[in-house]
């Protein structure tokens, strides 16, 4: 039972009640009501009352707690909102059916697109097939250029005169011949043999004052300097040098300068060791390389000027020694002469003291 209506059927039970107590004596003197006193009257009047007054203020309460719980159902702006929202729900609900059917739709189109990727995938790899198969024929071609520049040790394709090329052949040859030699004494027969096939058209080169890339003069002075024939090879070379269009062998990863000073200080060395001059090679190497001012290494530069300052201090002319060591560990403070220089300074400076 709800409150409210507990509440009425107490209110009806007092009026009742109230109304019981009002009624006149029965007549009849059957079940008489006691008599009561005036006080006694006005006490279960005031009760009435305020039992009365109690059931209407709750009344009131009661209707005035249901008009606003009624007025809350039909004016609450939640409510409004709630609509609103349910609205909104079905407008979504119809976008996604919308969206479904356009994925539907989609599938049909991701289908044929999925079968052209395939169609394509298939066409590229036909493709990259024939990039591999051209990129094999490539290595075959430059293996085979690669093994011909062995040979030559040119990197340009110089066009000479028929003389050159049938030279260049006979190079080549050559070359063949000492790459199946494995020992490097036994291919110096070989480059001799070679050099005599050579000699007369780089001879010819040299002395009719001809100037193109002759990569076969070049190979010629190799040789020469291999069989240390420095006698002809440092003349050559010098003149190879000079015309400052040759490049060495692409084998060889120095120029042509840097490659005589090498094959010249290792010579001189050898001769110093065995007490022998290296006159007048190295000299006319040491004049070359301040008048051509050849561009060399600090390195290469200086040790060639220690290796020369050796020999003339052997040969007694200190003060030239003195300078050739100076000039080397003002290039190359590691030059290896420094105890020398030293050595010749205070023998010079005495010189010069008695004098």
């Given at each position: 039972?709800?409150l409210?209506k507990?509440r009425r059927?107490?209110?009806?039970a007092?009026?009742?009640?109230q109304?019981?107590a009002?009624k006149?004596?029965?007549k009849?003197?059957?079940?008489?009501?006691?008599?009561?006193s005036?006080?006694?009257q006005?006490?279960?009047n005031?009760?009435?009352?305020k039992a009365?007054a109690?059931?209407e203020?709750?009344?009131?309460?009661?209707?005035?707690?249901?008009a606003?719980k009624?007025?809350?159902e039909t004016?609450?702006?939640?409510?409004?909102k709630?609509?609103?929202l349910e609205?909104?729900?079905?407008?979504v609900?119809?976008s996604?059916?919308e969206?479904?059917?356009d994925?539907e739709?989609?599938g049909?189109?991701?289908?044929?697109?999925?079968?052209?990727?395939?169609?394509?995938?298939?066409?590229l790899g036909s493709?990259?097939s024939d990039?591999?198969?051209?990129d094999?024929?490539?290595?075959w071609?430059?293996?085979?250029?690669?093994?011909?520049?062995e040979k030559?040790?040119?990197e340009?394709?110089?066009i000479?005169?028929?003389?050159?090329?049938?030279?260049?052949a006979?190079?080549?040859?050559s070359i063949?011949?000492?790459?199946?030699?494995?020992?490097?004494?036994?291919r110096?027969?070989?480059?001799?043999?070679?050099?005599?096939?050579?000699?007369?058209?780089?001879n010819?080169?040299v002395?009719g004052?001809a100037?193109?890339?002759?990569i076969?003069?070049?190979?010629f002075m190799?040789?020469l300097?291999?069989?240390?024939?420095?006698?002809r090879?440092?003349?050559?070379a010098?003149h190879?040098?000079k015309q400052?269009?040759h490049n060495?062998?692409t084998?060889?990863s120095?120029s042509?300068?840097?490659f005589?000073c090498?094959?010249?200080y290792d010579?001189?060395k050898a001769?110093l060791e065995?007490?022998?001059s290296?006159?007048?090679?190295?000299?006319d190497?040491i004049?070359?390389?301040e008048?051509?001012?050849w561009k060399?290494s600090?390195?290469?530069h200086?040790?060639m000027?220690?290796?020369?300052?050796?020999?003339?201090e052997?040969?007694?002319?200190?003060e030239?020694?003195?300078?050739?060591?100076?000039?080397?560990?003002?290039?190359?403070s590691a030059?290896?002469v420094?105890?020398?220089m030293?050595k010749?300074q205070a023998?010079?400076a005495?010189?010069v003291?008695?004098?």
């Amino acid at each position: 039972m709800s409150l409210i209506k507990k509440r009425r059927l107490e209110r009806i039970a007092l009026i009742n009640a109230q109304n019981q107590a009002a009624k006149p004596a029965n007549k009849s003197g059957k079940d008489e009501a006691p008599v009561l006193s005036k006080v006694q009257q006005k006490l279960m009047n005031k009760k009435a009352e305020k039992a009365k007054a109690k059931a209407e203020a709750e009344k009131a309460e009661t209707e005035k707690a249901e008009a606003e719980k009624a007025k809350a159902e039909t004016e609450n702006p939640e409510s409004e909102k709630l609509d609103d929202l349910e609205s909104q729900v079905d407008g979504v609900e119809g976008s996604i059916d919308e969206l479904k059917t356009d994925v539907e739709s989609q599938g049909v189109k991701t289908d044929e697109l999925a079968g052209t990727v395939d169609e394509l995938s298939d066409d590229l790899g036909s493709v990259k097939s024939d990039i591999s198969d051209l990129d094999d024929r490539m290595d075959w071609v430059e293996n085979d250029i690669e093994k011909i520049k062995e040979k030559l040790g040119d990197e340009n394709e110089y066009i000479g005169n028929p003389e050159l090329e049938t030279h260049k052949a006979i190079l080549a040859a050559s070359i063949d011949e000492m790459l199946n030699v494995e020992d490097i004494e036994d291919r110096k027969a070989y480059k001799a043999e070679a050099i005599v096939k050579l000699e007369a058209f780089v001879n010819g080169y040299v002395q009719g004052a001809a100037k193109y890339p002759n990569i076969v003069a070049v190979w010629f002075m190799i040789w020469l300097f291999d069989l240390g024939d420095i006698a002809r090879a440092l003349p050559l070379a010098l003149h190879l040098a000079k015309q400052k269009i040759h490049n060495m062998p692409t084998r060889f990863s120095s120029s042509i300068e840097t490659f005589i000073c090498d094959q010249m200080y290792d010579w001189a060395k050898a001769k110093l060791e065995a007490n022998k001059s290296a006159g007048p090679y190295l000299d006319d190497l040491i004049k070359t390389i301040e008048s051509e001012k050849w561009k060399l290494s600090d390195i290469v530069h200086g040790k060639m000027y220690a290796m020369h300052g050796k020999h003339l201090e052997v040969l007694g002319e200190e003060e030239a020694a003195l300078s050739a060591f100076e000039k080397a560990m003002s290039l190359n403070s590691a030059a290896g002469v420094k105890k020398k220089m030293e050595k010749l300074q205070a023998s010079v400076a005495k010189k010069v003291k008695e004098s």
